[in-house]
């Protein structure tokens, strides 16, 4: 009896790079439409539908602007928070081995902090001259509307922000990204020169299909990246392969759940409040129209003259009697303020996700200084997770690329980047507030 060949599974499918990215980008039109009205409900420019440009047509603004608001006010907490002016994000730190080393050979840890203040500072800078805060402000909106952004350091001189309309991803099951496409329709002319030679030509104002496709090989742990242009591979030459410590570009999430290829904004968690905030406020708006539209009712067999009121002015004295006139509006008083107090309601639960202090803080004559820092902090606490994942898949790597910038590179040293701004902060303000909060109980106790 002959035996069965071994079931070796499907051929692997055979693809183009654009049959790749139209096959992933189908996957995830359901998810697109959604991140679309997120951006609607905020700051549509970020992620605007199909066919409409800023250069084409008018981009449709929600009936509210708390949305833009409170992402706004987000962003700069956010940005303060982890991406300080004053002072850097990271610094340098040796591991405790190397830090016995260091004490036993008789230097301090005031010593080494000197020599290795003057690099930190120095990578910081960079961040300002090569213009980076500017796409980190994008980069943070991006996040906090649709929940994912590429952050491209590739090129030394000009970082990119890359939107999710841009790009398709590919996750594992415990969401390790394995791979992912940036698809750009570009004009043949702007292509450079060896990449314009590798394919057939065009017309100069034609426009192609750019795709750059990285994938993650496991077995060599490095992202080897190829690029497309108008379906054709451009040669090997054109080729590139990163280890996963200096990969280049950074695929980001603001909330990734286990076996989703994308993640989750902060916006997405509260849409339904948003949603009944632009239906309020759309109510509200309609009705104010109509509150101020009003007819009079005239009693046809009354004896006031109609013209001489029409034609009178004001503090004129005419021959009548009021109760031939009746004065009729269509919305009362009433119902404009029950929708406002409905939309106070909500405005207050997305101040409160976004941290906005003026929308927590109580209506009252007497609210203590101390009472409206508690509720900051209490508010800016709820951050930490956020903090947590952005320190890992963002601040490390930028502070990495920074100091290469600057000719300090730190592999295979014992030194290592520590993220100092973020988490960090939250977990020494907590820090200080329990040391204040014990002095004033001995105050008292020695009282």
Excluded at 191 to 198: G, I, S, W
Excluded at 250 to 258: E, G, I, T
Excluded at 387 to 404: E, G, H, I
Aim: net charge negative.
């Amino acid at each position: 009896m002959s035996k069965r060949p071994p079931n070796k599974g499907p051929a692997a499918k055979s693809y183009t790079a654009l049959q790749r990215w139209n096959e992933l980008k189908a996957r995830r039109n359901g998810f697109l439409r959604r991140v679309e009205n997120y951006a609607a409900v905020t700051i549509p420019k970020v992620c605007l539908p199909d066919g409409i440009t800023q250069e084409s047509e008018s981009i449709q603004h929600d009936w509210q602007s708390v949305g833009a608001q409170a992402v706004n006010h987000l962003l700069n907490k956010l940005m303060l928070a982890m991406f300080s002016p004053s002072h850097p994000f990271f610094r340098l730190d040796p591991d405790p081995d190397f830090a016995k080393q260091l004490a036993a050979q008789g230097v301090t840890e005031e010593q080494l902090r000197e020599g290795l203040v003057g690099g930190e500072q120095r990578a910081i800078r960079v961040l300002d001259q090569k213009a980076i805060r500017p796409k980190l402000y994008e980069t943070l909106r991006h996040l906090i509307i649709t929940g994912n952004v590429i952050l491209d350091l590739t090129d030394k001189d000009a970082a990119r922000v890359i939107g999710i309309k841009r790009y398709v991803a590919k996750r594992s099951v415990s969401g390790r990204l394995v791979e992912f496409l940036i698809h750009e329709r570009v004009l043949f002319d702007e292509l450079e020169d060896d990449v314009k030679a590798a394919v057939p030509s065009r017309q100069p104002d034609t426009e192609v299909d750019f795709i750059r496709w990285y994938k993650w090989d496991g077995k060599s742990r490095k992202w080897k990246l190829t690029q497309h242009v108008a379906e054709k591979q451009l040669p090997a030459e054109f080729d590139h392969s990163w280890s996963e410590d200096d990969f280049p570009v950074h695929v980001l999430v603001w909330d990734l759940a286990d076996e989703h290829n994308y993640g989750t904004g902060l916006v997405e968690e509260y849409a339904g409040d948003f949603g009944t905030l632009s239906t309020l406020s759309e109510a509200e708006v309609k009705a104010a129209i109509l509150a101020s539209d009003y007819r009079w009712l005239v009693n046809p067999s009354g004896i006031t003259d109609i013209n001489d009121f029409k034609n009178s002015n004001t503090g004129d004295a005419i021959s009548g009697k009021k109760e031939d006139l009746t004065l009729v509006t269509l919305v009362g008083q009433g119902a404009l303020e029950q929708v406002g107090k409905s939309a106070e309601k909500f405005i207050r639960r997305i101040g409160m996700a976004f941290l906005l202090g003026t929308a927590v803080t109580r209506d009252a004559e007497r609210v203590t200084a101390e009472e409206i820092r508690m509720q900051a902090n209490e508010l800016e606490t709820a951050l930490g997770g956020v903090y947590s994942r952005l320190a890992v898949d963002l601040q490390l790597p930028l502070a990495s690329w920074l100091l290469k910038d600057i000719n300090v590179d730190i592999k295979g040293t014992r030194l290592v980047p520590t993220i100092v701004t973020g988490l960090a902060a939250l977990s020494r303000n907590a820090d200080a507030t329990a040391l204040s909060l014990w002095l004033q109980d001995l105050a008292a106790v020695a009282t």
